[in-house]
């Protein structure tokens, strides 16, 4: 039982040793009441310590996948326990889409960074700045409008960014999803129509449509909407918004170009059109570039810092004219009492000792070198890219010599999880292109599966 343990990695040893044996129960389907290996055969064979895999296995009985028994050492359990779907699988936020959880499959569409990426170490010094010498961050509710050591933090990044703002144009949120939310709530009631990019962000469609919200699409192109169609829709259907990623749109990965980002401003203003940016991934960008709230004051613009820090952190803000800030506030305190002022404190202090810039420095570093990883291997394998993303997460690419069933078949005899064919469309429509996280296209399955899309080529004499 070999389970490939990463001594390099920032994941903790036992937990490997936990998602390693979960894996090789799952790929194996191993029947219930099958006997482990001994604890000394397992960590003779993988060169670990005996205590860490049985700390390990103590874990996988605890969540029900193996059983203990006296003098039999760990045994397979219930096949009931072994495959049953996570709690909230439905609902997976880490593809952003409607679907079962699938144990052990490398989740080749994920919407966010790996856990094997996550540092905890700044992170854990954090938590134990924040629980020594800030009891109200610990017990007490958040301020309407955010912590406000968090808020000058993050009018600090602003002006990095050449957004000029006041201190009243920053609201802090649950998460860049909740800035969504709020901002539904507070400026569009049912039945009024908002222009939405296709492809794009599976959640904010279902938030649009759980309020009634009319969609009309525009399409992406690798330089932003679709200038000429976008221009149509304006006249035609006369829309309250319009909802449009800057930076590494998702999923196309694609940038707005500083053309297409004042023609978008120019049409706004002339229909009346209140513009919302979606930035989530902007501390993953480090070069030039053009975000419309920094050419329009009036743009609504989102961000977010759990897609590099942690998902489970949930810290987002949105920034805006201070009358809108005032009433999204004002929805925030009566929708959920504010934001957790625990985690906005958390987030303070790494900001405030730099640690999070140099965390994001580097997860930039490692993502500009699996993206060209990626690129050279959806090349070998004749898949034609969307653009060529220069950062960020994605890559919006399909296969050029294989059909749709073909590659979905391919990916599930490598153990490859890809994105539902409708998962990126407003109104559902299928779609053959598949959002890639470069985070996980370099994993030997990955490989193993864009080579098995490759054409056949005559062998070389």
């Known amino acids: 039982m070999e389970l490939r343990i990463d001594r390099q990695a920032l994941v903790p040893v036992v937990q490997q040793i936990v998602d390693a044996l979960t894996r090789w129960l799952h790929l194996s389907e191993v029947p219930p009441g099958t006997r482990l290996p001994s604890v000394r055969q397992i960590a003779r064979i993988n060169l670990l310590s005996q205590h860490s895999v049985v700390e390990a296995c103590e874990r996988l009985v605890f969540q029900g996948v193996l059983a203990s028994r006296q003098g039999a050492g760990f045994i397979v359990a219930g096949e009931a326990q072994v495959t049953q779907d996570q709690p909230g699988s439905l609902w997976d936020e880490r593809t952003e889409v409607k679907q079962s959880s699938c144990l052990g499959k490398l989740d080749l569409g994920s919407g966010g960074l790996p856990e094997s990426w996550r540092e905890t170490d700044d992170l854990s010094y954090a938590i134990r700045q924040v629980t020594r010498t800030d009891m ?206 625990f985690c906005e404190s958390v987030l303070a202090c790494l900001l405030t000792s730099g640690a999070y810039r140099k965390l994001v420095q580097r997860q930039r570093q490692r993502l500009s070198n699996d993206r060209e990883a990626a690129l050279q291997m959806l090349e070998d394998a004749e898949w034609e890219v969307f653009g060529k993303p220069v950062g960020g997460l994605f890559i919006w690419a399909r296969s050029r010599v294989c059909s749709y069933a073909q590659v979905r078949l391919q990916a599930r005899r490598f153990g490859v999880l890809l994105s539902p064919a409708t998962a990126f469309s407003p109104a559902g429509g299928a779609s053959d292109w598949q959002r890639i996280n470069v985070a996980y296209a370099c994993d030997p399955r990955a490989r193993a599966f864009f080579q098995a899309t490759a054409p056949d080529r005559p062998k070389a004499f």
């Open 136 to 341: 109200a961050g610990l017990f007490s509710y958040g301020t309407p409008l955010g912590l406000p050591a968090l808020r000058q933090q993050i009018l600090k990044r602003l002006q990095r960014l050449d957004i000029a703002v006041e201190g009243n144009c920053v609201l802090t949120t649950a998460g860049a999803s909740q800035g969504l939310d709020l901002i539904v709530r507070a400026l569009f009631k049912p039945g009024d129509c908002v222009v939405v990019e296709n492809p794009g962000y599976p959640l904010l469609f279902e938030l649009l449509r759980l309020h009634g919200i009319i969609m009309i699409e525009v399409p992406r192109t690798p330089r932003g909407p679709d200038i000429e169609v976008l221009e149509a829709l304006l006249l035609k259907h006369k829309p309250r918004g319009l909802f449009i990623n800057s930076f590494f749109h998702n999923p196309t990965g694609s940038c707005l170009t500083t053309t297409v980002a004042q023609r978008v401003l120019q049409l706004a203003k002339t229909h009346g059109v209140q513009v919302i940016e979606d930035d989530v991934f902007a501390d993953l960008h480090s070069g030039p570039g053009t975000r419309l709230v920094a050419l329009d004051g009036r743009v609504i613009y989102v961000g977010s810092y759990s897609k590099t820090l942690s998902s489970s952190l949930r810290v987002g803000f949105v920034v805006a004219e201070a009358t809108v800030i005032s009433r999204l506030a004002e929805v925030k305190m009566i929708s959920s009492l504010g934001a957790s002022r």
